[in-house]
């Protein structure tokens, strides 16, 4: 039981580029979430998905787009990466019907850097 | 905007002590709360969710709650260094899915 995953583990882009962050859990939750992480601003909300099929905004939407593609994976897209952009990633996911009633469950994290 | 503000610290107590963490959160009709604590370098990983005015006891970890002062606390009795981290309060938005994060207060217990 690997929990949630997300690939890659660090990764380095030029201001323009695009890339794809993946995320896949494997405890059959329904609810998943992108945030991002920057010094002194906590956890914030980028996107998430409370089912399979339905995707929302959360607090920093702007410049990213979301794909849940199935109830396992949920991926974040940056189209064309800003340095603003530069954060450390995390994915997570919960079962709001579950014993564990909103527990949120975090997979290792991303660290983009955007020169 | 809903919010969810903490002290940022670094709060720095001696081996054997009580550390006792805050919290406090803009919207009144939130009814789940919860504390995380994040190691550096790591994932966030949940130790505490509260859902009723008054105290909860997990272990060493007590949490408290207090709705009409909107008021979330976090006290860790007989520190250990291996509680240094950061500990981040959580409160989930009335109606919705969203999980609002306060910027975490950093702890370090000293031996």
């Known amino acids: 039981n690997a929990g949630v995953t997300q690939t890659p583990k660090f990764q380095v882009l030029k201001t323009g580029q695009s890339m794809t962050l993946q995320c896949a859990q494997d405890?059959?939750?329904?609810?998943m979430y992108w945030y991002r992480q920057d010094p002194g601003m906590g956890l914030r909300l980028i996107y998430y998905s409370a089912s399979e099929g339905t995707t929302d905004k959360g607090e920093v939407p702007n410049g990213y787009n979301v794909s849940r593609l199935n109830k396992r994976e949920f991926s974040l897209r940056l189209e064309s990466a800003a340095p603003s952009q530069t954060s450390v990633y995390f994915c997570a996911s919960s079962d709001p019907f579950g014993t564990a009633q909103e527990t949120q469950y975090f997979g290792p994290g991303t660290r983009l850097l955007v020169l | 905007q809903k919010e969810v503000e903490q002290n940022s610290g670094p709060l720095s107590v001696p081996e054997g002590a009580i550390a006792s963490l805050n919290c406090t959160y803009s919207d009144r009709g939130s009814q789940s709360f919860f504390w995380y604590r994040q190691y550096s370098g790591k994932s966030p990983e949940l130790i505490m969710s509260i859902y009723s005015n008054g105290d909860k006891e997990d272990g060493r970890f007590t949490a408290q709650l207090n709705k009409a002062s909107q008021y979330v606390s976090l006290l860790i009795r007989d520190s250990q260094p291996s509680d240094s981290a950061t500990y981040l309060c959580?409160?989930?938005?009335?109606?919705?899915?969203?999980?609002?994060f306060g910027a975490g207060t950093r702890l370090f217990v000293k031996a």
């Open positions: 959580a409160v989930l938005i009335t109606g919705g899915f969203k999980t609002i």
């Open positions: 405890m059959n939750h329904n609810s």
